[in-house]
């Protein structure tokens, strides 16, 4: 079990499920990070007492330092504060659940001193995934996925011989639009796209979710995690969300992980691993499960997700492009200046137009990610 945790991104939905589970398991934090949720993270620091806490955002920092002088924690700002609240002294495992690519620099310094990375930031295996995984197994640094799909394959292929994997298969709830057509979902405003059925997530996720490129950025995050070719990857529709994902063998049988939709569980796995401890999560009552769904992704009224699958199987600055400029999309979306089909058709358009760069350094993964959001925000 991991003593001490550095958690990134501790304000958003993932970081305070995470510091619940911290005081459940009655571990330690070395260093918390906030974007710009000072009041929070103040908060979270006095009730936590970490050692290092990070402010994304500098002009917010100013204020936080401020707020906390009083106290004994060491405050630092912008992408340095993360990467030193990441190499935290006496930390066991890096959470980190920050939104963006404000996560891949930190995760690689983490990486690079061999501590664990329990990984809920989608961005850092979708646009640097190769590079990622090259240097965890060169500094012996173990990635835990936290995100309760890639959770559940971690689970299913424990013990298994990789060879034996023939595919991964992903549920996906549906997200509030399932079910609906290309034309009925020109009317989806911002309010309806934030009412998932299942989860409770922060904004950005939540509207991945209702367009089905968070389950396409899934994809590609299985591929580089569990070293699998995209095509082997595929996505069924499971609206009560009770198996988290599943896994085909070379024999034909398949191993699911079930559990209630409770993103504390996951994170736990991630913190305790290789033990299991008990948990505050509820326990599924086997005998009431019945009629579960499973039905096939609607590939014309959810093209992102053809979308990914299409990028997943590019080399370069495809994904980089992708994650950015549906990163501009979704602001866009929420601020009511982008149509719910919007979304794809502006991130379609910077994915077919930003040059592609083959065997790219993480400066130009990251180069080429703003590229798409300056081209997005330009075009709309």
Known sequence: ?????????????????????????????????AGANIALLEEQVRRFKPAIAAVYDEAACRDFKVRVRDTTVQVHAGAEGLIEAACAEGTDTVLVATVGMAGLLPTLAAVKL????????????????EIVMAQASQYGAEIIP?????????????????????????????????????????????????????????????????????????????????????????????????????????????????AAPDMRLPIQYALTYPARCSSAVQALDIKRMSGMTFEEPDFSSFPCLGLAFETASKQGT????????????VELFLRGRLSFPGIYEAVRCAVESIDNVTSPSVEEIVMAGESAKRFVFERV
């Open 318 to 329: 495809y994904c980089s492009v992708l994650n950015g400029a549906n990163e501009a999309a």
């Open 1 to 33: 079990m991991s003593d001490v945790i550095s958690l990134l991104g501790s304000t958003g939905s993932i970081g305070r499920q995470t510091l619940e589970t911290v005081e459940y398991l009655g571990l330690r934090i070395s260093a918390l990070s």
């Open 114 to 129: 061999g501590r664990r990375i329990a990984l809920a930031n989608k961005e850092t295996l979708v646009c640097a995934g």
């Open 146 to 258: 936290v995100d309760s799909e890639h959770s559940a394959i971690f689970q299913c292929i424990k013990g298994e011989p990789r060879e034996s994997v023939k595919r991964i298969i992903l549920t996906a709830s549906g997200g509030p639009f399932r079910g609906y057509s290309l034309s009925e979902l020109e009317s989806v405003t911002p309010e309806m796209a934030l009412k998932h059925p299942t989860w409770k997530m922060g904004e950005k996720i939540t509207i991945d979710s209702a367009t089905l490129m968070n389950k396409g950025f899934e994809v590609i995050e299985a591929a580089h995690l569990f070293s699998v070719a995209p095509d082997n990857v595929s996505v069924v529709i499971h609206p009560e969300s009770i198996v988290h994902s599943m896994v085909e063998f070379c024999d034909n049988s398949i191993a699911a992980q079930l």
